[in-house]
């Protein structure tokens, strides 16, 4: 009659201790945090301006070379872009598009390129608009169409790239490409680019030094950096 309450408790405790395996948690891995690939900061030698350009066809700017320009431009931003006059020769309604050189253009191959930013923080703006219009390497504007005239949206981290030619100097004014630029949301401010050791930048009362483009010579290319730095 003893038997019975001992042989329960024995299979009780026997019970107990084959189901007290640990429960097993599956720990996820880490998430590895996908960090911005930095861009690297090179300073652009001015180059003097020669005669010795050769002429390239760039097709688009996501070929190796425009690839390789936007990868050397530098998100740095020391002061606010001058405003400047918007001059006679605006059209509106310019056509989106960053290669404004056309088949059988005169004068020398340029490339401009660049970021826009803000100068609180100096963060790249994404989706900027950027209207350019300029002269052609004879001094000319089309005011009758859209040559050498285009506007375009900085990409998603904020940079620009325009395919042109060297603009000419027209009676009063040195070498120059006018542009707006428009934050989303934003006030648009007017402003234009001049180029370093140009002789009429001296003698054109419109011009400021603060808006002299970096110019290089790449792969028998003209490259001018500039970067945009605007107020929000
Ligand atoms: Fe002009």
């Known amino acids: 009659m003893q038997k019975f309450p001992f042989l329960l408790l024995s299979f009780l405790l026997v019970s ?16 590895s945090a996908a960090s911005p690939t930095p861009v690297p900061v090179t300073a652009a030698p ?21 690839a390789n320009v936007l990868q050397l431009l530098s998100p740095g931003c020391s002061t ?12 509106a309604g310019s056509p989106e598009r960053n290669v404004l050189y056309e088949d059988g253009m ?20 994404p989706g900027a608009w950027l209207d350019f219009w300029q002269a052609d390497a004879s001094g000319v504007y089309d005011n009758s169409g859209y040559t050498l005239r285009g506007h375009q949206l900085t990409d ?22 006018h542009v707006k630029v428009r934050p989303p949301n934003g006030e648009t401010i007017t402003s234009q680019l001049y180029f370093p050791n140009v002789s009429a930048n001296n003698s054109d009362d419109i011009f400021d030094p603060a808006l002299i483009v970096t110019l290089e010579s790449r792969e028998g290319l003209y490259v001018a950096y500039y970067n945009f730095v605007l107020a929000r």
Request: net charge negative; aromatic share 8%.
């Open 16 to 31: 107990c201790t084959l189901g007290a395996e640990p429960l097993e948690f599956s720990t996820p891995a880490p998430q």
């Open 46 to 66: 001015t180059t003097a301006r020669g005669s010795n350009s050769t002429p390239t066809t760039i097709s688009s700017a996501s070929d190796p070379f425009s």
């Open 80 to 91: 606010l872009t001058p405003q400047q006059t918007e001059g006679p020769y605006y059209t």
């Open 106 to 125: 005169t004068g020398e191959k340029l490339i401009v390129a660049g970021y826009v930013l803000d100068l609180n923080g100096c963060q790249p703006i």
């Open 156 to 177: 998603s981290q904020g940079r620009y790239f325009l395919e042109t030619v060297i603009p000419g100097e027209y009676p009063g004014r040195t070498e120059h490409i």
